[in-house]
């Protein structure tokens, strides 16, 4: 419960974000289970780590009210420096550094390029040219890595995309079940940082440190 995490203090692997975003409660009585975080996601955080994040909540901390919001960098930057939003969690890749803006690395995930099992290219090591003759699905966020030629940031419908034709789905490796094969040897098969972005002068509340705890350890076990 949030009052027994508040009493007892934060995991050990939680210390690095208390440290980097602020002291805990300086008294058990400080705060209640009750509270409200706003938190925002871009789609492939989303699709990584929201449904864990969430599911904890859910089941450990029914008091707790969360509000999320899943848009691109640009938005999710502008709604941090209007306040709606306590942090947001972004591709490193896509952000762009701001001095009203902190940013704290949590992790890494690995992208990749999936196809359906029975793909031509599944399994297979090639180049850039042997997929030029295949759609290639990606999100919205104007990645310097790759160009899609569909842009989708709704993981659900592009990987279902992905399973129905003969895509090339550049996304988090991690994402993969047995329905998708991996291509292997394209360059934008490579690590990505996810960050924390929250306003710099504003100090995180336990509960908001909480949710960015379960975010860690989300990505930990995606990456592991």
Not at 55 to 84: F, I, M, N, P, Y
Request: glycine share 10%; with cysteine; proline share 6%.
């Amino acid at each position: 419960m949030l009052w027994e995490r508040c009493r007892i203090g934060f995991s050990p692997k939680a210390k690095p974000t208390v440290n980097h975003y602020g002291p805990t409660c300086p008294t058990p009585g400080a705060h209640s289970r009750s509270g409200e975080v706003c938190c925002g996601f871009g789609p492939l955080a989303a699709a990584l780590l929201l449904e864990t994040m969430l599911s904890h909540v859910a089941r450990d901390h029914g008091g707790l009210r969360v509000r999320t919001k899943l848009g691109d960098v640009g938005e999710l930057q502008a709604l941090l420096q209007e306040g709606e939003l306590d942090f947001a969690v972004l591709a490193h890749v896509l952000v762009e550094d701001r001095p009203d803006l902190s940013f704290r690395r949590i992790g890494r995930t690995r992208l990749g390029a999936l196809v359906r099992r029975g793909h031509p290219l599944a399994g297979r090591t090639v180049g850039e040219e042997d997929i030029a003759g295949y759609p290639i699905i990606g999100g919205t966020g104007g990645s310097p890595i790759y160009a899609p030629t569909i842009s989708c940031d709704n993981f659900e419908i592009a990987g279902l995309v992905t399973l129905a034709s003969d895509a090339v789905w550049i996304t988090a490796e991690a994402l993969a079940d047995d329905r998708y094969a991996l291509i292997h040897g394209l360059p934008v098969a490579q690590p990505l940082e996810l960050v924390v972005a929250s306003l710099a002068r504003r100090t995180l509340s336990v509960q908001a440190l909480l949710l960015i705890d379960l975010i860690v350890a989300a990505l930990r076990h995606r990456s592991a």
